[in-house]
């Protein structure tokens, strides 16, 4: 596989890493400080047609659909300048917009995707709840059938977008198959009566980034917008996260870059004992630590990015890029604060921010443990000679 960018490729990293430094670096911190994004990149992205990187232009998105590396190198230009905006973006896009394209009927399609590609409404994904987090197949919201209609009761708590969405992708129960549990996917417009969003988070990291509790009485949904069919739920879940678990990738890949700029910035500028610290082998080291860490993390991305898009299997090969990118960019982050020493603990320096963000890589989209349950789950059942 050769992983050198093509010309297209490079001009949108160019193209994206200018419009990132323009307009969304000189509001991050600000953006994190409010816990809320700015409403200005909103339609800046909406310009750009970031909402439909991975959405074909037929249905008003960038065509990047077949590209999935592109995508990447979107998420994780964001990414190294607000890690709030790359998992805004990132997850619009992977884990709402994508399968509904991918699972979708034409008029799902033309219903909600092209509104979504195109930025005019923000998606989220909605599985977790209070006891089925990393248990995916404990979910509790219930759907039952009522004629021609379904109607949805119980919660979703820390979904990413949920308190800003306009298109939900719900994953409810729908009944019981045999010893299991029967989950399906609903595809509901947050305007339905009985919908109505709880408490939003305050959390450590990626603070703009909007997580908020979701709330489902009574709300009707009709037949046609179930997603795939009854009883796919989890499923067409699993392989959305599949493809999600590429896009937090990236954004950690961008995060832990950005951890590396700083700190090679740093190292030539701080003098300490008549010379730059960058001269001293124990800030060598660790920059040395940090980029191969962060390239590892990038070239499993694109590992996994390829093989998806050239129709191959690649559950294993997101959850490897998600758990060495997200440890990558943590391991970054910290580093990152040692070399800054003192200044690395301040606001005023985008380290802190970075280390704060950089934890939250590591527990959404499923924690480094259950990526690695994943992983060996996968190599003990098929072989080595799968990777």
């Given at each position: 596989m050769d992983f050198t960018l093509n010309e297209q490729q490079k001009m949108l990293r160019k193209i994206t890493r200018e419009f990132?430094?323009?307009?969304?670096?000189?509001?991050?911190?600000?953006?994190?400080?409010?816990?809320?994004?700015?409403?200005?990149?909103?339609?800046?992205?909406?310009?750009?047609?970031?909402?439909?990187?991975?959405?074909?232009?037929?249905?008003?998105?960038?065509?990047?659909?077949?590209?999935?590396?592109?995508?990447?190198?979107?998420?994780?230009?964001?990414?190294?300048?607000?890690?709030?905006?790359?998992?805004?973006?990132?997850?619009?896009c992977s884990v709402c917009a994508y399968p509904i394209y991918k699972f979708g009927t034409e008029d799902q399609k033309q219903r909600f995707l092209i509104d979504l590609a195109k930025g005019n409404k923000v998606g989220a994904f909605c599985l977790t709840e209070a006891n089925a987090g990393s248990d995916a197949g404990g979910v509790q919201l219930s759907a039952e059938k009522d004629g021609d209609e379904w109607i949805l009761n119980g919660s979703k708590i820390f979904a990413t977008n949920g308190g800003i969405a306009q298109t939900l992708l719900v994953v409810a129960k729908s009944g019981e198959k045999g010893s299991r549990k029967e989950l399906t996917i609903f595809i509901v417009d947050t305007n339905t009566p009985g919908y109505s969003v709880g408490v939003k988070e305050d959390k450590l990291g990626v603070r703009a980034s909007n997580t908020?509790?979701?709330?489902?009485?009574?709300?009707r949904v009709p037949y046609e917008n179930i997603l795939g069919n009854i009883g796919e739920g989890f499923r067409l879940a699993m392989k959305t996260l599949d493809y999600g678990r590429i896009s937090i990738a990236s954004q950690c890949v961008g995060l832990g870059q950005a951890c590396l700029e700083a700190s090679i910035k740093y190292s030539n500028e701080r003098i300490q004992f008549g010379q730059p610290i960058g001269r001293f082998q124990g800030i060598q080291w660790k920059i040395s630590d940090m980029a191969c860490a962060v390239e590892s993390g990038r070239l499993l991305t694109?590992?996994?990015?390829?093989?998806?898009?050239?129709?191959?299997?690649y559950g294993l090969a997101s959850a490897m890029a998600k758990l060495v990118a997200s440890e990558a960019a943590m391991k970054a982050a910290h580093s990152a604060v040692q070399i800054h020493g003192g200044y690395g603990l301040m606001k005023a320096y985008a380290v802190e921010r970075y280390f704060r963000d950089a934890k939250m890589g590591e527990v959404y989209e499923g924690t480094s443990e259950i990526q690695r349950l994943v992983i060996a789950n996968q190599l003990l059942r098929k072989g080595a000679n799968i990777l």
């Open positions: 990132a430094e323009e307009y969304i670096a000189p509001v991050a911190e600000e953006s994190d400080q409010k816990s809320k994004l700015d409403d200005k990149i909103f339609q800046k992205m909406k310009e750009m047609n970031y909402f439909g990187t991975c959405i074909p232009e037929e249905y008003g998105g960038a065509g990047l659909h077949d590209d999935t590396i592109s995508f990447c190198i979107v998420t994780e230009e964001i990414g190294r300048v607000d890690a709030s905006w790359g998992i805004t973006i990132g997850v619009h908020s509790e979701l709330v489902f009485q009574d709300v694109y590992k996994a990015a390829h093989m998806c898009d050239n129709g191959m299997d």
